[in-house]
């Protein structure tokens, strides 16, 4: 199983930036696909999930609004958008498969990451 992140960066406040993540060495199409974040000093925090069976989405309160979690299963790629970044959404950004407990998105696999900064 490989993930691979792409798309992080600098931008300021209420920017944008769409983070991509390619996945191989399963079956993507049949997979719960997620994100999570690290900001320093903090613990891993989800952000969002997309279900593998009519693409259902999961967010984390934090990003509502402003983070959208896609999919495109021709492509085995997942993708986050992020609108209107705050400071606060400063952080590493891991992409992640795995599955779904309830109301969690449980990740099993993980990427390397990719560094997401949100300043002026």
């Known amino acids: 199983v490989q993930l691979v992140e792409s798309g992080g960066g600098l931008v300021q406040p209420g920017g944008s930036l769409r983070l991509s993540c390619a996945a191989s060495?399963?079956?993507?199409?049949?997979?719960?696909m997620g994100w999570f974040r690290q900001a320093p000093g903090k613990e891993r925090e989800f952000v969002a999930s997309i279900k593998w069976i009519g693409s259902i989405t999961l967010y984390a309160d934090s990003v509502k609004g402003r983070f959208t979690i896609s999919r495109d299963n021709a492509k085995d790629t997942v993708y986050l958008q992020m609108n209107s970044l705050k400071p606060d959404d400063t952080a590493v950004y891991y992409c992640a498969a795995g599955r779904h407990m309830g109301v969690r998105f449980l990740g099993d696999y993980w990427g390397q990451g990719t560094q997401v900064t949100v300043s002026s």
């Open positions: 060495g399963f079956t993507f199409s049949r997979s719960a």
